[in-house]
């Protein structure tokens, strides 16, 4: 390994070595959950002893809104969790563990196949530039049709899965038949990236950045134009159906879409305070951010097709049990707290 494919290890392990890994045991619910949760809503001030349950990933929600200064004036707490990647987000929700969390387009299709208990309840969106196939910087690939017989890591029900399922479909070869996935979380990906374990790392922002600047890994694919870079706030049903906890949801969602255009209007002083709360190089932050950001969108007919027609490529691939409805698992319940601060869909 070269000294700076070492360096580029490290870096994404000191980043990783701050999530928490959180403990679940068993899988998402079976249970029927697509019925409509009631939308029933209390006075603000009511909300003093109420702790909202967020679940995060390093360096994401809780990080933008106090950059934003968007965590400073909410009536009631919020508590923070964790986690390595969107799946176990749902999972958490599902479980009753959180009551709201922000994942990529992926997670909740995976989420919605094995009917877990949520919703979503607010959308954000990007051209999808720092979801990638990653090639380290020695690799002869210059190709997505090159990865045919080859082993590519990705988190499985990842944005980064999406992505790598439909850079193989424009290239008419075929996941789990023409391409070997290896599923794995962003530590045990890296490693095996690293080490020459697989040909091919299907990963997002911050990741490429940091693995870009630090091991000079080249871009193989980008998702722009490929994928539809939209990113979800997912509400646990328990938390939609309770008056105090569905009128803090709104109030929270609506600070972050706040917080969202912020960071979409002040992109080097936001990545300066994302490099700050990760610990990555400045620069890293910034290449991030200036692909990654993601200003919020009200979810319309457009989204929910979107997102449809990338779960029918999913199980039409044969990674799903069967085709969800995504319109099912959608609330458009705060959409106008949204709407002040979101950009248009068109």
Known sequence: MSAGGFRGRATVLVVLAGILALALSGCVSKEDSTGAVADASVDPAQLAGLTLRVGDQKGGTESLMRAAGELDSLPFKVEFSTFTSGPPEIEAATAGKIDFAVTGNTPPIFGAASNAKIKIVSAYTNNAG????????????????QLKGKKVAVA?????????LEQLGKANLKLGTDVTPVFLQPADALSAF????????????PY???VQQDSGAKILASGTGVVNGYGFGIASNEALADAKRNTAL???VEHLAKAS?????????W?????KAIGIDPQAALAAQQRSVRPAIEIDDTVVASEQ?????????????HKPVIADFVDKRFNSAVAPYAVSTQ
């Not at 690293?194 to 922002?205: E, T």
Request: zero cysteines; a negative charge; aromatic letters at 8%.
């Open 271 to 275: 990545s300066q305070q994302y490099a």
């Open 156 to 164: 499985k029900g990842s944005s980064a899965h999406g992505n790598l």
């Open 250 to 252: 709104r109030i929270f």
């Open 194 to 205: 690293s080490s020459g374990a697989v040909d091919a790392w299907a990963i997002w922002d």
């Open 309 to 321: 027609k990338l779960a029918d490529a999913f199980a039409a691939a044969g990674q799903l049990d």
């Open 208 to 210: 490429t950045a940091i």
């Open 130 to 145: 720092g979801d990638v196939i990653l090639v380290p910087a020695g690799s002869t690939l210059t190709s997505v049709e």
């Open 261 to 269: 255009k912020w960071a979409s209007a002040n992109v080097e002083t």
